[in-house]
């Protein structure tokens, strides 16, 4: 199938390095590459890994005329704020007739119903396992693999930014360098404000709400507190009594709705959820049939995201349906 991508960062430059990998076996074809910094890049016979970029196209509609694909990959950098201009981006590829797979959390977090509703009336598949866990099953695995559970709730820790800052700063270090030390392994938000005034966990959380509880919901909705006002010595303190702190993000059904919020919490270093430092990441689900349960990714990188997105292809290309595809579908969305 033809692909055509929209942005080319780390996690685009690794999904065409993987594509090629596996090309014996998925003969994905990349047609075209539109990026904000680089410009334009379109081949019908299919680009190279390392592509030669022009002139930037003056539209992603340009854009997706010209590499006519079959599949839209966006890629695009995260605006928590409105989840633009990803959300556009798919639009214009479901107008076209394309399928989408994305890693961008936003559009997720701010208008999944929609996107996901118009992509059923166009019957097209709309697919976004990395946009949560670094491409960790977490949407693949609610379709697939539990029939009929019910999702009551769920738990996660889902930031990495916040914890190398924590640990830093448990080690004597300053709230800054923390925030220097995960910028320098390219794991912050393009604002990496983003990352500890919780607004990342806060889009992942409305993400996973509107999926799996069908909330309906925004960042803005999530009741959110970073980690801005933890200080060095409060966490080397808190190092000595045997406790930690974690951005935790909850979310849990309520007789008044869904509820959901985004809190630095004080934890036990033995807590299931203080087990993962750095970029490792958790997530519990409560349920009615399965108890608690968790998906735990360990140091996930940009290659691991790009798997997330490439798995999602492969399940477009097979014609794999679901609540993550096309919906409403009773088996997840109406959860």
């Known amino acids: 199938m033809k692909l055509a991508l929209i942005g080319f960062g780390n996690v685009g430059r ?16 990349i047609t075209g590459i539109h990026t904000l910094r680089h410009g334009t890049a379109v081949d019908p016979a299919g680009l190279p890994v390392e592509p030669t970029f022009g ?38 590829a479901f107008a076209r ?17 929609d996107l ?15 946009a949560v866990m670094d491409g960790a099953p977490v949407f693949n695995l609610w379709h697939h693999c539990l029939p009929g559970v019910k999702v009551l709730g769920f738990t996660g820790v889902l930031n990495s930014t916040s914890k190398v800052v924590i640990e830093i700063m448990e080690r ?44 309906r ?37 309520t007789k008044a709705g869904v509820s959901l919020r985004v809190r630095a919490e004080v934890l036990d270093r033995s807590d299931v959820l203080a087990t993962t430092p750095g970029t490792s990441n958790l997530i519990l689900f409560h349920t009615d049939l399965m108890g608690t349960f968790g998906t735990v990714s360990i140091e996930p990188g940009v290659e691991e995201t790009a798997y997330g997105v490439f798995s999602d292809l492969v399940n477009l290309s097979r014609g794999v349906d679901g609540a993550n595809v096309v919906g409403p579908d009773p088996g997840i969305a109406g959860h």
């Open 55 to 92: 002139p930037r196209l003056p539209s992603v509609e340009a854009f997706l005329d010209a590499a006519r694909a079959e599949i839209a990959v966006e890629l695009t950098t995260l605006d928590p704020s409105t989840g633009e201009p990803a959300i556009s981006h798919i639009r214009a």
């Open 217 to 253: 919901t925004t960042p803005q909705q999530v009741s959110t507190r970073g980690i801005t006002r933890l200080t060095p010595e409060r966490m080397q303190e808190m190092a000595r009594q045997g406790k930690t702190v974690r951005l935790i993000s909850r979310g849990r059904r």
């Open 97 to 113: 007739r394309m399928h989408v797979a994305t890693a961008n959390k936003g559009p997720i977090a701010h208008a999944y119903a």
């Open 116 to 130: 996901r509703d118009e992509a059923a009336r166009a019957g097209l598949g709309f697919r976004f396992e990395s």
């Open 172 to 215: 004597g270090g300053s709230f800054e360098a923390g925030l220097y030390a995960a910028r320098a392994m390219g794991i912050t938000e393009a604002d990496g404000a983003f990352d500890v005034e919780g607004w990342d966990s806060a889009a992942k959380t409305a993400a996973l709400a509107n999926v799996l509880m069908d909330a």
């Open 14 to 29: 690794a999904l065409a390095r993987l594509l090629r990998q596996k090309r014996r076996e998925f003969p994905f074809i």
